[in-house]
């Protein structure tokens, strides 16, 4: 256990629907990262914040993707009208800034969608 | 950014060490590498970073090439757990996200 945890594991949903993935960082991080990673392949970036402000954003993270960290503290990524393509592990990963800063990931979220 | 090569697949047997490499031969000055593994359905796992020197943990050790061109993560004592997909990331001062690879598959066989 990293102490990143996320929320909920596990998520079916239908074509259309919207979903709302949280992550909680490790306590005392100032960064908080998502990231998407489809089967067989590596984890790959989606978006960052410092603090409350995000930073940078993938060009995978289309304008049906919003993510937030309003406090500065736990984070929520919403996926709307939900396609196949998006089923996928969404993973959430802390930091504390640095130069040479380790990122600590969650365990996941596996979405489906039907 | 610098890329890395990594085996596609490895396989080691139990309580041996296994020697898993990585090429990164455009690596930059100020690039760390780091070590993570994803064990089935599970979060990456940090295991290591290092920028020149060689370094240890509780987990493996890093050997870096003077050159900094590859380097070497070694589990002293692989156990059946250590199966794992193992990544090898460079990555710079500047970037913000880890950039994965597809990584070593490791099977540890008994």
């Known amino acids: 256990d990293t102490g990143v945890s996320q929320d909920p594991r596990h998520k079916i949903t239908k074509r259309g629907q919207n979903v709302t993935f949280r992550c909680d960082p490790i306590s005392e991080h100032n960064r908080l990262y998502w990231y998407r990673q489809t089967l067989g392949q590596g984890p790959e970036f989606l978006t960052y914040?410092?603090?409350?402000?995000?930073?940078?954003k993938s060009r995978l993270l289309s304008d049906r993707f919003s993510a937030e960290r309003p406090k500065g503290s736990f984070s929520t990524l919403e996926i709307q009208r939900t396609e196949q393509g998006d089923s996928a592990m969404y993973l959430c990963a802390s930091s504390l800034a640095g130069n040479a800063e380790t990122q600590y990931f969650g365990p996941g979220t596996r979405l489906l969608v039907l | 950014d610098a890329k890395t090569t990594q085996p596609t697949s490895m396989d080691c047997a139990e309580g041996r060490a296994a020697n898993l490499p990585c090429n990164h031969s455009?690596?930059?000055?100020?690039?760390?590498v780091y070590w993570y593994r994803q064990i089935h359905s599970q979060g990456p796992q940090y295991i290591i970073h290092g920028l020149k020197n060689n370094e240890t943990n509780e987990m493996a050790s890093l050997i870096i090439t003077e050159d900094r061109k590859s380097s070497t993560l070694i589990l002293p004592h692989a156990t059946l757990r250590d199966t794992a997909v193992y990544y090898c990331i460079v990555r710079g001062v500047n970037n913000n996200d880890m950039r994965f690879g597809a990584g070593t598959r490791l099977t540890v066989k008994p």
């Open positions: 455009t690596i930059s000055g100020n690039e760390y």
């Open positions: 914040f410092q603090n409350e402000a995000q930073l940078e």
